[in-house]
């Protein structure tokens, strides 16, 4: 698994987020904001966790930009972003290319489009990328403190609460440095996100059209064959 494909899996954490810009500058916390104690952060962070705890399930399409240090040029793409309470989770990329990553019970599949059709793909470092993705389920469940077994975490408050996570694991630290997060302290909802990598490079990612509480096709969430854009039926292997 490349560097890439790990940090756009991560890139799925965000649960509510708008269509604000990339953050950018440094991680340190500057005026007008204030880094708050720790029995301040966790009292956020159990707000935050009331609200996502009342989502069971999330549609959401999604603009994805990837921001290089040593280039102007921003690499795009487009996708869909399915998660299904308690642990089911698609990515989809669908412009320029197409590819779906699943997790689903623990494990994990990954599909390519090649020559009109779905191939799965090997991932390499699964295990690693396995344990990743547990992560992200832990926070889209709310589960704060596990999470902070992973990340060290700060926060502070200004015109909406700021929340940076730095792994704790140095493997993991070698393809991410920090997740910062703008909360809106009206409704405690995550609305930007910025994910850092060591050697400067950035993604930024907007939602819209968000879909909460909705059945979700199980398929989608298949692992050997998994319902594709081009069929109804989950024909993996046959092109348009």
């Not at 890439?4 to 649960?15: D, G, K, N």
């Not at 096709?217 to 292997?237: I, K, M, V, Y």
Request: a positive charge; charged letters at 30%.
């Amino acid at each position: 698994m490349n560097r890439l494909s790990r940090i756009l899996i991560l890139s799925a954490l965000i649960i509510f987020i708008s269509s604000a810009s990339l953050l950018h500058g440094s991680e340190k916390f500057v005026e007008p904001y204030r880094e708050l104690s720790a029995t301040e952060r966790e009292v956020i962070l159990a707000r935050v966790t009331e609200n996502v705890q009342s989502v069971k399930s999330i549609k959401a399409e999604f603009i994805q930009e990837r921001h290089m240090a040593m280039f102007l040029d921003v690499l795009s793409a487009k996708g869909i972003l399915y998660f299904d309470m308690p642990d089911k989770l698609r990515w989809e990329l669908t412009e320029p290319y197409a590819s779906i990553l699943i997790f689903s019970s623990g494990n994990v599949a990954k599909f390519n489009r090649e020559k009109g059709k779905y191939v799965r793909m090997n991932l390499g470092m699964e295990d690693m990328f396995r344990e990743s993705l547990r992560q992200i389920i832990s926070i889209m469940r709310g589960d704060f403190k596990k999470v902070q077994k992973d990340y060290n975490i700060s926060m502070a408050h200004g015109v909406d609460y700021r929340l940076v996570m730095r792994p704790v694991s140095t493997r993991m630290a070698e393809v991410i440095k920090s997740l910062d997060l703008s909360i809106d302290q009206r409704s405690n909802y995550v609305t930007k996100i910025i994910i850092r990598e060591p050697k400067g490079d950035s993604i930024e990612i907007r939602f819209s059209g968000q879909e909460e509480n909705i059945a979700l096709d199980q398929r989608l969430f298949d692992l050997s064959n998994p319902l594709t854009p081009d069929h109804s039926g989950s024909t993996l292997n046959k092109g348009k």
